[in-house]
């Protein structure tokens, strides 16, 4: 099925969905949001009169941004994975330019936008926190680590229930490596746990737990536990676990902080052990359902119409970035003309080793190097910012480095000379 006359103007912008019936099956009612690559709509099922979401993905758009393995993963982990508290995956479409994500529609809205506008009680709390428990505690039984678990990949259904959403950056047990660890840096930088910074392996169930703890103190505290306008600053914090529990805080809670954002992951507290705490067993009801009973269970891929399964779980070697961390004060001098990516990575190497490597790629490109503390600008000829560099030295042995760069710049000019010095070659 081609992609073919634009459909009438009271469905608003769609102009990433140019039918009004998709697959002579969804009826496309109004959008819902966008992403950086993504929108999504409103739809009925014109057979069931069922009300869904559907994400619309640029085929273009996934392949530049080198998201072919995240999307295939999200799909064959949300087949995996029914439980009351996690998003519906009903079935994925494809045309020859676009893919489509038909899910469950969540009405309730981001839970984070709950939140921002005010703490919530340490009772509402708790709720959250013992579904998402439930549901972190399911998806971990399967062999399932979330990896970028937050607020706003949180919605709240029609009853106020929690909903667990985007899949893109989670794991699945085949991705291990033979230590049994994972090793890929990724998750938003607010919620990342220790031992993702360090880059020694870690435990994907455990720094699951750890975004669990920054969120259940989001919810009671109103903000966040590790925070700071400087990134950099702010993973110090986070390494050395410095963060101040609110007055108003319950002793009972204030233990489970300490357990939950423990910062060494062999003694942080498990699923298990949660569950046994006596703060959240207060009014805890185990949530007993059949998972092949569930309504709407993913039934697998349609391609221009036709059906098929497929088993994905390729490597994931992907480094993530929270979409809303503003940087801009640090590369204020970017043409807002042009797209600016984003890198970060982990080093062993002195801040001088890297700083010189730097420099002497920049000559190579006719690049001048600008520095300043721990920030280097590289410049074109025209005195354009082109690349913009922030280093942090984490421990005595490990330095964190955030790059942002105009489009292609630090790919093309830069990853090919110091791919050997500064990127650790495990990635999962």
């Known amino acids: 099925m081609e992609d073919s006359s634009e459909p009438p103007s009271e469905y608003g912008d769609i102009s990433q969905i140019t039918e009004q019936i998709l697959f002579e099956k969804y009826e496309i009612v109004r959008l819902l949001g966008c992403g950086s690559f993504a929108k999504v709509y409103q739809a009925r099922n014109i057979q069931t009169g069922q009300s869904v979401a559907i994400k619309s993905m640029s085929k273009k758009s996934i392949i530049k941004e080198r998201l072919v393995s995240n999307i295939k993963r999200e799909i064959s982990i949300m087949r995996q994975l029914h439980h009351p508290y996690i998003v519906k995956l009903f079935e994925v479409m494809a045309t020859k330019t676009k893919i489509y994500f038909v899910m469950e529609l969540v009405k309730g809205g981001e839970l984070f936008a709950k939140v921002a506008k005010c703490r919530f009680s340490e009772d509402l709390s708790r709720r959250y926190f013992q579904q998402l428990i439930s549901t972190v505690g399911y998806c971990h039984s399967h062999g399932v680590f979330h990896r970028d678990l937050k607020p706003e990949n949180l919605l709240l259904d029609d009853k106020g229930d929690l909903k667990v959403t985007d899949f893109g950056l989670s794991a699945a047990t085949p991705q291990l490596q033979n230590n049994g660890l994972l090793y890929t840096l990724c998750g938003t930088p607010a919620y990342v746990a220790p031992e993702i910074l360090a880059q020694k392996g870690y435990d994907g169930a455990k720094i699951d737990i750890w975004s669990c703890g920054v969120i259940l103190f989001v919810l009671s505290s109103g903000y966040l536990p590790f925070n700071d306008q400087s990134l950099m600053a702010m993973y110090q914090k986070i390494y050395k ?79 993530s970035f929270s979409s809303g961390f503003d940087l801009s004060g640090l590369f204020e001098g970017f043409d807002n003309s042009v797209k600016v990516e984003s890198d970060r990575f982990i080093t062993a190497e002195t801040l001088e080793n890297i700083t010189e490597k730097l420099g002497e790629v920049a000559t190579k490109g006719n690049l001048t190097m600008r520095k300043k503390d721990l920030n280097l600008m590289l410049e074109g000829q025209n005195g354009k910012l082109l690349v913009g560099i922030e280093m942090c030295r984490l421990t005595e042995k490990l330095t964190v480095v955030e790059v942002r760069s105009s489009e292609g710049v630090w790919k093309k000019k830069f990853q090919p000379e110091l791919s050997t010095l500064i990127y650790c070659p495990k990635a999962s």
């Open 241 to 319: 676990g410095e963060f101040r529990v609110p007055k108003w805080t319950s002793p009972g809670l204030r233990h489970l902080f300490s357990r939950l954002l423990d910062t060494n992951p062999v003694t942080r507290i498990t699923v298990d052990e949660i569950i046994q705490d006596p703060w959240f067993r207060k009014g805890y009801k185990e949530i007993n359902f059949d998972e092949h009973d569930i309504n709407g269970l993913t039934k697998g891929v349609v391609d221009h119409g036709n059906y098929y399964s497929s088993k994905f779980l390729n490597a994931f070697n992907i480094i």
